[in-house]
């Protein structure tokens, strides 16, 4: 997740259960769980054996699962801003497949092995965050030639990223999943939900039959999703956009106030994937995204450009359609300080507050980032110790605060098949040596400034991993900001060009959000092994095979979007002026942005913006700090009712509001599901909220090949239903 946050299931692992009369019960199986506590080993593990669980079979299977769920990250990425994780769907996946498979085969299939499918997905499904917002602003400034030209430096720039996130997290596995843990409250949420689904699934009776009904639920979604996906882009007007404005129009009946209406973007979108999403996420954050919507784009905007603050740009000569209007552009012309678009013009409250929001968070655990500090130095002394010749063994060990009692960790954990030195240091070595001479020869970066990068990936994977641990989000867009301007300092400082500092703004910056990106999500995965028990050893081996997959994948699929829709890597001046991107990015507007801002010696932003920025950003800072020290005890109800500002700051990035409310339609579907059957929707929901989001993920994948063979709705679509006839 970014600072665009990753939807997720379960973000409460207490959630992940209800109660029994007989006691915790999961909800999707009806095993019986131990939630006794969340930071030990699951008591009851199902038998199985551990030998030969990195199984070529299992490699196959979640390198295919995370394959389809990085193209789907890629295409859902750029048109919404966030990406999600393969962790439970791989889970799912896993045991619906190989449970059958393995029937009858001399080698049973058991958690163990679920868990490598698992993990291979994972990893082999991340790292697609790059490619939806530092990557296509690397193009966008003219900093590179083109993907196809780039797809071996842009490999390198991953496997480097990727692999470097990988190696030097790996071994603080055992201080954050078990040294701890419980001091800094690092439950997982998600990987603690995934290791229940995995457990469940294999200890219930019927876990076979639950697993089966649940892959049917997500097949008929996915099926449908990348169908309507596909069909679609013949008939956009019909299919996929309702521009009901539009339609009431036609008959003349309040035609300026419609059309109005319609160049604000308010239509229905018939987004699978949106609509997935918002059953995934948590009901409060689709009402934030949609109440930032009406904010941004039924409100500020319009009152900015009736105040001559803001300005639109004519899309339409036919007759009727002349007070039809862009408001989006991100040319030079409504690009600057004197004569912004609106868009241009919210996306800096949009970026500052998202900012403040991450920031703020940060520092009300100013406790726990003390704690983490002291104990991160206490384990580097112990790491120092070891590595030392003719010292005897040292056991790190965690000191309680007084009045407390050390947790030990039962010795069922496979100690002996923990990750040694030997299998990440030399990589890491390797790495770095590696990443000064090829961003050299690629990317014109020095390599100090490599080696900066790589410094801030590493301190700020920690950071990331701290937040995912505690609260299930992954800063990762924000943390890349911190890089993003500290690199652009460095080279002004230095008295470098522009570009340079542009370029290393942007390159250093992907690094970490590489790094962070794989780092956390594979810190995850240990902790869905530390659970189930499965040895770290055999995790870390599935963890490298599926980085090499992904290192492969993202930038291949990558190459494919941006020759299908060449808008997506397009300079704001070189768009159609009347025809918009499928692909908004909010998350490569925002990247730019920061580059240009950081890197130019003027400001670039309106003056009205950088205020309203700046008071956006505090009275969302002001909400964290009460929602964190005032509505506490008696009035933490209170809490349920406040916005989720970084959502609702999302909403100011993205250049319409049909995003918001495709997502709030997903959200009050789940909810009356919900109140209509509940035991259906903990059965189902996720599954097909997943089923969606992937359909429709291949779905434009598969429209991205026909596109480039000359047969997708680009050339042979209808513009039936549409304003002006065009969608």
């Known amino acids: 997740m970014s600072f665009y946050p990753l939807p997720r299931v379960n973000s409460d692992p207490e959630e992940a259960n209800r109660c029994s009369d007989d006691g915790p019960v ?22 199985a054996p551990i030998v030969d669980i990195v199984t070529p079979r299992a490699i196959l299977l979640g390198s295919l699962c995370g394959a389809l769920v990085n193209a789907s990250n890629i295409y859902l990425g750029l048109r919404a801003g966030w990406t999600t994780s393969a962790n439970i769907l791989g889970a799912i996946v896993g045991f619906s497949v190989l449970k059958k498979w393995a029937a009858g085969s001399k080698h049973e299939f058991g958690p163990h092995e679920n868990n490598i499918v698992q993990t291979v997905a994972t990893a082999s499904g991340g790292m697609s965050n790059v490619f939806i917002s530092a990557i296509p602003a690397l193009y966008q400034l003219g900093l590179l030639k083109t993907p196809a030209e780039d797809f071996f430096r842009i490999v390198t720039l991953t496997a480097i990223g990727g692999y470097f996130g990988l190696l030097s997290i790996v071994p603080l596995r ?3 999943i078990e040294n701890v843990a419980r001091e800094l409250n690092l439950i997982f949420p998600s990987s603690m939900a995934t290791a229940i689904t995995i457990r469940s699934m294999h200890s219930a009776a019927d876990g076979e039959q639950v697993a089966a009904r649940k892959m049917k639920a997500t097949l008929y979604a996915f099926l449908a999703a990348m169908i309507l996906r596909v069909v679609s882009q013949f008939a956009v007007g019909i299919f996929w956009n309702w521009h009901i404005f539009t339609w009431i129009a036609e008959i003349n009946v309040g035609r300026n106030l419609f059309i109005a209406a319609e160049s604000w973007g308010w239509f229905l979108e018939w987004s699978p994937a949106m609509i997935g999403s918002g059953m995934l996420v948590d009901f409060g954050v689709a009402c934030s995204f949609f109440a930032g919507s009406i904010l941004a784009w039924g409100i500020i905007g319009p009152y900015l450009v009736s105040r001559k603050i803001a300005f639109g740009d004519h899309i339409s000569s036919q007759p009727g359609w002349t007070g039809l209007m862009s408001y989006k552009s991100m040319s030079t012309e409504f690009a600057s300080a004197s004569h912004p678009s609106p868009r241009y013009w919210l996306l800096w409250p949009g970026v500052a507050c998202t900012l403040a929001v991450a920031f703020v968070e940060l520092s009300c655990q100013w406790r726990v980032l003390w704690k983490f500090g ?5 384990a580097t002394t112990s790491i120092i110790r070891r590595l030392l010749p003719r010292h005897v063994s040292y056991e790190y060990s965690i000191v309680e605060d007084e009045g407390k009692t050390t947790h030990e960790l039962p010795h069922s954990v496979h100690d002996n098949q923990d990750i040694a030195t030997w299998m990440w240091a030399p990589g890491v070595i390797i790495l770095i040596i590696l990443a ?7 990317f014109e970066m020095s390599f100090l400034e490599a080696l900066l990068a790589l410094f801030l990936a590493f301190c700020l994977s920690l950071v990331a991993i701290q937040a995912t641990g505690a609260t299930d989000t992954t800063p990762l867009n924000a943390i890349s900001k911190v890089s993003q301007v500290i690199l652009s300092s460095v080279t002004r400082a230095a008295g470098g060009s522009v570009t340079a500092a542009q370029r290393l703004n942007l390159l250093g910056a992907s690094l970490t959000n590489i790094g962070a990106s794989q780092g956390c999500d594979l810190i995850g995965d240990f902790r869905v092994g530390f659970l189930l028990q499965t040895p770290p050893r055999l995790q870390y081996a599935a963890q490298l095979i599926g980085t090499l997959i992904a290192t492969l994948v993202a930038p291949a699929v990558f190459v494919l979007f941006a020759k299908a829709y ?8 070189e768009e159609a002026s009347g025809e918009s991107c499928e692909f908004p990015g909010p998350a490569v507007a925002a990247w730019r942005a920061v580059a240009i801002a950081a890197s130019e010696p003027s400001s670039p932003i309106p003056p009205s913006s950088v205020y309203f920025s700046i008071g956006l950003a505090f009275s969302a800072a002001l909400l964290v700090l009460l929602r964190h020290f005032l509505f506490v005890g008696r009035f933490q109800y209170v809490r349920h009712y406040l916005p989720n500002m970084m959502i609702l700051a999302l909403a100011f990035t993205l250049p319409s509001p049909q995003t918001g409310i495709t997502m709030m339609m997903g959200a009050l579907f789940a909810k009356v599901w919900r109140w209509r059957s509940h035991e259906g929707y903990e059965h189902y929901a996720f599954g097909v909220a997943a089923g969606l989001v992937a359909g429709e993920g291949i779905g434009g994948t598969i429209n991205c090949v026909l596109s480039i063979l000359g047969v997708g709705g680009q050339r042979w679509s209808t513009g039936f239903g549409c304003p002006a006839g065009v969608c």
């Open 26 to 47: 999961d909800a999707e199986s009806g095993a019986e769980v131990s939630t006794n506590d969340p930071f030990i080993p699951f008591e009851t593990a199902p038998a």
């Open 174 to 176: 055992r201080f954050f």
């Open 374 to 378: 002291l104990l991160s130095a206490k």
């Open 436 to 442: 000064g001479v090829l961003t050299k020869l690629q």
């Open 566 to 573: 060449p808008c997506i890597i397009a300079s704001p001046e």
